[in-house]
């Protein structure tokens, strides 16, 4: 299958996986990579240039496949030395860049200059619209189902990709609920040109998680996620856990009045418990609603293969069948 994102990135199957917070580490993206996908290590996670250099370094050793860093930019007052990051990313020959969380406009000159393609991850048109006109090469279109930071406008893929198709010429993917081929023919079908995973790729053989993490994805079904942090826009879609309801009930209480600090108890520093520890109850994490579409732990290359193999038969029989019927 070639599309103009497997083109884009010189990669086999148009399949991204997401910068994931402490889970994104060399093991996965190599995996991912080496699979024909995108594999993106996350550059937060990493939290200094010298670290990020010496993981990008660790994932070269993996595979000689193309992958990426992802480039989340956060609204806090202690900013990561992202110009940094930037500088590790284009001296160590990284290809491709994810950014999320905020306009990547002061890194793209840089960025662009030394060759590197950049996808934005976006959750509204509007925002697409404006990587487009800054000079990003594609988008990731995040839809309300996805796992993390959904936005706040709360619109699903079904909707957001036919929009973001009728407005962009840049190419982007569906990002948020994919799991399957019949995900990657839908968005295929919607305008999209391949599809972004978090949560599946979560629950793979080389996500370095704890299985603990593992084994709450594959119980969880659809109606097993919440949102928190909405009162602050910063909304935030998690698994539901204990320190979720603890929060939620917080949230009730305080209102409009509630400030970061009073449930920053169930959000701060909770990834390394989670992820590493295997302390599933331990505060919000980020889980999409597509936990409800997964049911086993499949390696990442059995599950890349897995959907390509589908597709063609979903594209070259289903489709095919009910459309000559
Ligand atoms: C545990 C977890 C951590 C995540 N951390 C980040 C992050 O640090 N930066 C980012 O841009 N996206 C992050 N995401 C979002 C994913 O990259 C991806 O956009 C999202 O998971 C897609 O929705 P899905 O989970 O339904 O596949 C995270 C997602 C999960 C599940």
Avoid at 93 to 101: D, I, L, Q, R, S
Avoid at 137 to 156: N, V
Avoid at 275 to 296: F, R, Y
Wanted: net charge negative; hydrophobic share 45%; with cysteine.
């Amino acid at each position: 299958m070639k599309t103009r994102i497997t083109k884009l990135f010189n990669i086999e199957h148009p399949i991204i996986q997401g910068g994931m917070h402490y889970v994104g580490y060399a093991e996965l993206a190599a995996a991912v990579s080496n699979a024909g996908g995108l594999g993106i290590i996350t550059g937060l996670t990493q939290g200094t240039p010298e670290k990020l250099a010496n993981e990008i370094a660790r994932c070269k050793e993996m595979t000689d496949k193309p992958f990426g860093v992802n480039l989340t930019f956060l609204p806090i007052l202690n900013k990561p030395d992202y110009a940094g990051m930037v500088r590790v990313i284009i001296e160590s020959g990284v290809k491709v860049v994810e950014t999320a969380g905020n306009n990547p406009v002061e890194y793209l000159p840089a960025l662009k200059d030394a060759g590197v393609k950049v996808i934005h991850k976006c959750t509204a048109v509007r925002h697409a619209l404006k990587a487009q006109a800054i000079g990003c090469d594609a988008a990731s279109i995040d839809g309300f189902e996805c796992g993390d930071h959904p936005g706040e406008d709360d619109i699903p893929n079904m909707i957001l990709l036919p929009r973001a198709a009728d407005e962009l010429e840049i190419p982007f993917v569906a990002s948020g609920g994919m799991a399957d081929s019949r995900s990657l023919v839908a968005s295929l079908a919607m305008g999209a040109e391949g599809i972004n995973m978090g949560t599946r790729f979560l629950a793979t053989k080389e996500a370095p998680v704890h299985e603990n993490v593992k084994q709450a994805i594959l119980q969880a079904t659809e109606l097993d996620t919440r949102l928190v942090m909405r009162p602050l826009r910063n909304t935030q879609r998690v698994l539901a856990n204990t320190a979720v309801e603890r929060l939620l009930q917080t949230e009730r209480e305080l209102g409009g009045n509630i400030k970061f600090e009073d449930i920053a108890s169930e959000v701060a520093g909770v990834y390394p418990r989670v992820m590493q520890e295997g302390a599933v109850d331990a505060g919000a994490w980020s889980c999409g609603m597509v936990a409800g579409l997964i049911n086993d732990i499949p390696s990442c290359m059995e599950l890349i293969d897995r959907i390509m193999h589908d597709a063609d038969r979903l594209i070259l029989h289903r489709l095919l069948d009910i459309t000559c019927e």
